[in-house]
């Protein structure tokens, strides 16, 4: 069946731009989360969609940033006036409702280069 | 606070070498523990998902084991090939929380 899916996959921006990363989970998932690995870096936790529940943006790294999940399937990260160090690829993942121990499944990212 | 340490940070082998990479966890109460791989350039592909009650997975020429009360995992590439350089995460699971990840084992393998 179809994986995560995310676009695009490669976005170049001038600094101070806004930009929009879309992710599709894979059908039923109701849990989404949105990672980001900067050059030399791990992966760090972003934002956490859960259901109907409220989202943790716990991981947001300032207020540039937000996400949104609507219908509970397609989510939207929206990086607001572009900074250089934003250049990352940014990984959304998807998980069943199943429980904790489930699997997280990931897209293939986007590569976003502010210049 | 979960923190992952992965070492060695990059490791360089002839083709045909077994090697180990190591995963070290700070805390205990954990769900589970997933070994990706990832090219460059690319995004994560899952290699083996080993639950806390499991003592290790294993799948074709890999192998997983998780000692929980020590904070450690160890991944085992037997016969390893040049088709195997990559970059090889782990990540930890402690719940409905988002994994924590180490910063990875960069593997080349020399033809």
């Known amino acids: 069946g179809a994986g995560v899916s995310q676009s695009p996959s490669n976005k170049v921006t001038e600094k101070g731009k806004d930009v929009e990363l879309r992710c599709d989970p894979i059908s039923g998932h109701t849990a989404l989360y949105w990672y980001r690995q900067s050059l030399g870096q791990g992966l760090e936790f972003l934002i956490y969609f859960q259901g109907n529940s409220a989202p943790d943006k716990s991981g947001l790294p300032s207020d540039r940033f937000s996400a949104e999940r609507t219908g509970g399937s397609v989510s939207t990260l929206t990086i607001q006036r572009t900074q250089q160090e934003d250049s990352a690829v940014y990984l959304c993942a998807s998980k069943t409702a199943g429980g904790p121990q489930d699997e997280q499944y990931f897209g293939p990212g986007t590569r976003l280069t502010v210049t | 606070k979960q923190e992952v340490t992965q070492i060695p940070a990059a490791l360089s082998v002839p083709e045909g070498e077994n090697l180990v990479l190591n995963c070290s966890f700070t805390?205990?109460?954990?769900?589970?523990l997933q070994w990706f791989r990832q090219d460059p350039g690319k995004g994560l592909t899952s290699l083996l998902l080993i639950q806390s009650s499991q003592r290790e997975q294993t799948s074709g020429r890999l192998n997983a084991s998780l000692d929980k009360s020590s904070g450690r995992s160890t991944l085992y590439i037997a016969a390893s090939q040049p088709g195997d350089s990559a970059t090889y995460l782990c990540a930890i699971h402690s719940g409905n929380t988002p994994l924590v990840f180490g910063k990875g084992t960069r593997l080349s393998v020399i033809a």
């Open positions: 805390d205990s109460a954990i769900y589970n």
